[in-house]
């Protein structure tokens, strides 16, 4: 960026006076995304403890494939990428590691 040596250089007090605009600018654009946030919608709103007894999930379970490795530490099903370490008992990801 070119700097301009010749300009007249800013007081504390004009850099002051800046930064408040610019504070002030910045609140109000986050009090008009709060105020769109606040609209009512009662359609989606799921209540805790509300009743889902009769609701059934379907969910496809795949096994670990050929390139997957299972975590020894936080059980999760991770890529061979994802390997850091792996002795005959353990599989260890780079995450636990």
Same mark, same amino acid.
């Given at each position: 960026?070119?700097? *301009?040596?010749?300009?007249?250089?800013?007081? %504390?007090?004009?850099? $002051?006076?800046? +930064?408040? &605009?610019? =504070?002030?600018?910045?609140?109000?654009?986050?009090?008009?995304?709060?105020?769109?946030? *606040?609209?009512?919608?009662?359609?989606?709103? %799921?209540?805790?403890? $509300?009743?889902? +007894?009769? &609701?059934? =999930?379907?969910?496809?379970?795949?096994?670990?494939?050929?390139?997957?490795?299972?975590?020894?530490?936080?059980?999760?099903?991770?890529?061979?990428?994802?390997? $850091?370490?792996?002795?005959?008992?353990?599989?260890?990801?780079?995450?636990?590691?």
């Amino acid at each position: 960026m070119a700097t *301009d040596y010749d300009a007249p250089r800013k007081t %504390d007090e004009d850099l $002051a006076e800046e +930064s408040i &605009e610019e =504070l002030k600018g910045a609140h109000a654009k986050t009090a008009t995304r709060v105020a769109e946030l *606040d609209e009512p919608d009662n359609e989606s709103l %799921d209540l805790p403890g $509300a009743d889902l +007894s009769g &609701e059934q =999930l379907t969910v496809q379970v795949l096994p670990a494939q050929n390139d997957e490795f299972t975590c020894s530490r936080c059980f999760l099903v991770q890529h061979r990428s994802l390997l $850091a370490r792996h002795t005959r008992r353990e599989w260890i990801c780079k995450d636990c590691a």
